[in-house]
């Protein structure tokens, strides 16, 4: 993780799943006192994360992500993960709106006599 410089990973299953984030490691590792090299990642997972379909609009997507342990919603198909999406993401992309927004207004405001 540190290499990629990624904060979380998908734990897959054959049935079930989790999400392993830097927030497991520090909460349920470090701060309680487990050897890192001895503690299986299945034993510190944040377990069932919640899920969204990949055609959820980034709204609702933030909103449900709001408060979750790990900040990171999973988009799943049943049984088949598609991908993550971490309140960075989410972030980033109301950024780019918020940005995009702010050159059209500008170019109007100067576009008018």
């Known amino acids: 993780m540190v290499?990629?410089?990624i904060?979380?990973?998908?734990?897959?299953?054959?049935?079930?799943?989790?999400?392993?984030?830097e927030r497991d490691l520090m909460r349920?590792?470090?701060v309680e006192g487990h050897d890192p090299a001895r503690t299986?990642?299945?034993d510190v997972m944040t377990v069932d994360p919640l899920t969204v379909s990949p055609h959820e609009d980034m709204e609702?997507?933030?909103?449900s992500c709001v408060g979750t342990a790990s900040g990171i919603c999973s988009s799943v198909k049943p049984v088949k993960?598609?991908?993550?999406?971490?309140?960075r993401d989410i972030l980033l992309h109301d950024l780019?709106?918020?940005d995009d927004?702010?050159?059209m207004m500008r170019a109007y405001i100067h576009s008018v006599p």
């Open 101 to 103: 927004e702010v050159r």
């Open 40 to 42: 299986r990642v299945g």
């Open 3 to 5: 290499d990629r410089n």
């Open 28 to 30: 349920r590792v470090v």
């Open 7 to 21: 904060g979380a990973v998908p734990v897959l299953r054959r049935n079930a799943g989790g999400v392993f984030s």
């Open 81 to 87: 993960l598609k991908g993550m999406v971490s309140m």
């Open 60 to 63: 609702t997507c933030a909103s």
């Open 96 to 98: 780019s709106e918020k």
